[in-house]
């Protein structure tokens, strides 16, 4: 971005530049004096201001004076400001938030199939726009598939690695889901498991989930099904408003309870930003907590509200199955996209990890495919 300034004035506190490009930017002084990127207010080395809040003067603007390429304003404790035409054309307010919301494009059962990214593993650990891929797509549609990994822990291990590291949980850092009864949850069995996101009693859900087919043997069954949990929502909201309202406000409590642990947690089962997009979806019917209600109208809600948000879950139509086979790695974000298990007969062992949210969109960031 090369962007000149066409004119600078203060008025009030306000500065006001205006760009060539026909931008125009109100900055008032206290945001300006706490953007100083001096030597004496700013370490551009770790990216830190240096001092704090408390300490930065309430200083007035003195003097202000521009060219092309930058501004200059003069405080009345006879500190001195820069700041470059580049560095204010960033902190346009509709740019700036159009820059850092996520663009995700909705889809229904398995019409995304041939959208989603299939990434051979070399290119996804070794070049930039293998990485660049597999990132955008599961920003895009919250799935990606990783192909010709080898099927042993540790090389899965590494591809978990590269999505953003192991997020640790009771559950281990890498695990394996097999019919061995590792824990108390019904993941460690051979029944089907209707889709859900998972973690819904931890304060810190899994972001991404991956999923490695290591063996199936002698036996049938166990097809993956995922589903965009943003469709749904936006189906409900459509369809059934008053649930769609009901569900993004009302705090459904979940827990985990297994010899030694107690996890529980309270959040709407749809979570909105402040702009009202569906940042995340806790849906599990199997880990609900049992709950007191303030009313008989608010229970009924909850019911009413939640069975038809199950029914677009449930419903075929929107369900995308598949068969998991050993080499190739499933990588899904357990913020939007549900996931659920055919029963299955047979040895069937699952091997993957949980990647927190945090760091795999700072490996986003680093790409440089969101702000
Ligand atoms: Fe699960
Ligand atoms: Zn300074």
């Not at 996804?124 to 010709?148: E, H």
């Not at 309202?245 to 309870?257: I, N, P, R, V, W």
Request: hydrophobic share 35%.
């Amino acid at each position: 971005m090369n962007v000149g300034i066409l004119r600078a004035d203060a008025e009030n506190g306000t500065v006001n530049v205006q760009m060539e490009d026909g931008l125009s930017i109100k900055l008032e002084d206290c945001w300006l004096r706490d953007h100083c990127r001096c030597t004496n207010c700013y370490r551009s080395d770790t990216y830190q201001r240096i001092h704090h809040l408390l300490e930065i003067p309430e200083a007035f603007i003195n003097n202000l004076d521009y060219d092309q390429e930058k501004i200059r304003v003069t405080w009345s404790d006879g500190h001195e400001s820069l700041y470059s035409a580049n560095f204010l054309a960033e902190f346009h307010y509709k740019t700036w938030i159009e820059g850092r919301s996520l663009k995700p494009i909705v889809w229904q059962g398995a019409s995304v199939s041939n959208k989603v990214c299939n990434v051979d593993v070399d290119s996804f650990l070794n070049s930039v726009d293998g990485a660049r891929k597999v990132f955008q797509s599961l920003l895009d549609y919250g799935v990606a598939f990783i192909s010709n990994v080898e099927v042993s822990e540790q090389a899965t291990e590494k591809v978990c690695q590269a999505l953003g590291g192991v997020q640790h949980t009771l559950f281990g850092g890498m695990w394996k889901v097999s019919t061995v009864r590792e824990h108390a949850d019904t993941a460690y069995t051979t029944v089907p498991l209707a889709v859900h996101n998972d973690n819904t009693y931890f304060t810190e859900a899994a972001g991404l989930q991956i999923f490695h087919c290591m063996e199936h043997e002698n036996g049938a069954g166990g097809e993956t099904v995922l589903l965009d949990g943003f469709h749904g929502a936006l189906q409900l909201k459509r369809d059934h408003p008053e649930d769609f309202e009901f569900l993004t406000h009302f705090d459904l409590e979940a827990e985990y309870l297994e010899d030694g642990y107690h996890h529980s947690y309270s959040a709407p089962v749809i979570s909105l930003d402040k702009f009202n997009d569906i940042k995340q979806i806790r849906f599990n019917v199997y880990d609900r907590s049992p709950m007191a209600f303030a009313s008989g109208a608010e229970c009924r809600s909850y019911y009413r509200a939640l069975r038809n948000l199950s029914r677009y879950y449930e419903d075929k139509r929107n369900q995308w199955c598949f068969k998991l086979m050993p080499g190739t790695l499933l990588v899904f974000d357990n913020f939007r996209v549900l996931h659920g298990r055919a029963g299955f007969t047979g040895h069937r062992v699952l091997s993957g990890s949980y990647v927190s949210r945090s760091d795999w969109l700072s490996r986003a960031r680093v790409l440089r495919l969101i702000k």
